[in-house]
């Protein structure tokens, strides 16, 4: 069950990465499969963060045009980190979890480019200011999906309460 | 397992040359792309068509198809202007003017930020083919890069990896377009003496084989002197690649490529 959930919740970040980037300006640079691989594996720990990482990197490599395995490879040390972080540190508030966010896609972005630089495969230039806009744009994206995740559940139960309230 | 089947499968190519790989998830994202995407698109038909401006939005889509058709048209006359001014002695070529395309609606935007492609709802059983251009009535968007079936994966002109041979109009200048992973162009190998000015309309020169000669590129945005042998140009694009919903994918090939295609027989 949690896998089938897993697996939905990356194919529903490609989906709105390649569907909504066609209709809202500026989605183009956020990566959301890399926020559900951060968020599965702040909530699940390190080992499923590693699986989920290894998985949706693969499937976003066999996608683009570049090399499969870059990004999956990126994503799978992206997952196993931030699990082993979610483990070790409380990341319950929102400003821890737009740090990790961001450190995450700093992260990924330097294994990604160096990779690709490594291997004289694709030029980036500086991409210095892209990185830290993405990373930001990430973070920001991250921190919501946490707190719609957690007080959504919440809002319906209250508003359950609320109407046997009144009915009494 | 997985692992293994994965790296194997990546090795393997296609008959078309992609691995199979890719292949296979593309093919099948691409209909969960088309499922979406025709989604999004009722959606938005049903709102903008009917819950709005139901007449002026549908003589503004009819007026807006009558303008794309017709930058089409200019831009075909613009390229058989330039050819018959330059080769106006040459009458015994056959006239190219009349580029064979076929329509695509795009389904899907790029799946990772680090890579500038494009879906398109149209693949092998159209006609289409790897490395043929696209173009858009403002301007050349790009080429097919992974062709399916039924769709094909286009690398946009601002891709990193893409690059395009390129001409100044005025000056006849020449060098190559290449993208920077950002909204912009950059005119490379232009000789420092050559005369470029900002404001100067850039178009494919034809000489890749790829993008059929004549068509507009973009503007330059800036010129600067780069101190080696070269100028540093920068190129603001003629087409807005955010704001895409169809393009042309030219059929026809470029006599560069025919030209390869024959010496390769």
């Known amino acids: 069950m949690k896998t089938a959930r897993i697996v939905l919740a990356v194919a529903a970040a490609l989906a709105l990465q390649t569907t909504l980037a066609r209709y809202v300006r500026g989605t183009v640079a956020l990566d959301l499969v890399l926020v559900v691989v951060v968020y599965v594996a702040l909530t699940s720990g390190p080992v499923t963060g590693l699986l989920t990482g290894t998985f949706a990197g693969l499937v976003q490599d066999a996608l683009a045009t570049g090399v499969i395995g870059i990004g999956g490879l990126a994503k799978t040390l992206v997952g196993f980190l931030a699990g082993v972080i979610g483990t070790q540190f409380i990341v319950a508030q929102p400003l821890p979890r737009f740090f990790v966010f961001f450190c995450a896609t700093l992260l990924h972005a330097a294994v990604f480019i160096g990779l690709y630089t490594l291997l004289d495969l694709r030029h980036f230039g500086a991409p210095y200011a892209a990185v830290a806009g993405q990373a930001a744009g990430n973070a920001a994206v991250g921190v919501v999906a946490f707190q719609l995740v957690e007080l959504l559940p919440g809002a319906v139960e209250r508003r359950r309460a609320a109407k046997s309230r009144i009915r009494r | ?265």
């Not at chain 2, 007026?63 to 002695?89: F, K, P, S």
């Not at chain 2, 950002?182 to 034809?206: C, F, I, K, N, P």
């Open chain 2, 1 to 265: 397992m997985l692992g293994h089947i994965l790296l194997i499968s990546a090795q393997i190519n296609s008959r078309s040359g992609v691995p199979v790989l890719e292949a296979v998830a593309f093919g099948v994202f691409a209909e969960v792309q088309r499922g979406i995407s025709a989604g999004f698109s009722s959606v938005r038909s049903v709102w903008s068509g009917y819950a709005g401006l139901r007449h002026v939005k549908s003589e503004n889509d009819a007026l807006t198809r009558q303008l794309e058709v017709a930058q089409v048209a200019l831009q075909q006359q613009r390229a058989l202007a330039d050819r018959t001014r330059n080769l106006e002695r040459l009458l015994g070529l056959r006239d190219r003017s009349n580029l064979n395309t076929v329509a695509a609606d795009i389904i899907a935007g790029g799946a990772t930020p680090d890579f500038r492609t494009l879906t398109i709802d149209k693949g092998t059983r159209n006609g289409v083919r790897a490395d043929m251009s696209v173009i858009a009535p403002a301007g050349v968007v790009g080429r097919v890069v992974m062709p399916g079936t039924r769709a094909a994966k286009v690398q946009l002109l601002i891709d990193r990896n893409a690059a395009a041979g390129a001409l100044v109009e005025r000056s006849r200048a020449q060098g190559v377009v290449t993208g920077g992973g950002d909204d912009r162009l950059r005119l490379d190998y232009v000789s420092e003496v050559a005369d470029v000015m900002v404001g100067d309309l850039v178009v494919t020169s034809g000489i890749d084989g790829i993008y059929p000669k004549g068509y507009v590129i973009g503007q330059v945005e800036s010129v600067e002197k780069s101190g080696g042998a070269y100028k540093k140009i920068t190129v603001k694009p003629a087409v807005d690649f955010t704001s895409l919903e169809e393009v042309l994918v030219v059929l026809t090939p470029t006599p560069a490529r025919e030209a390869a295609d024959g010496s390769v027989e």
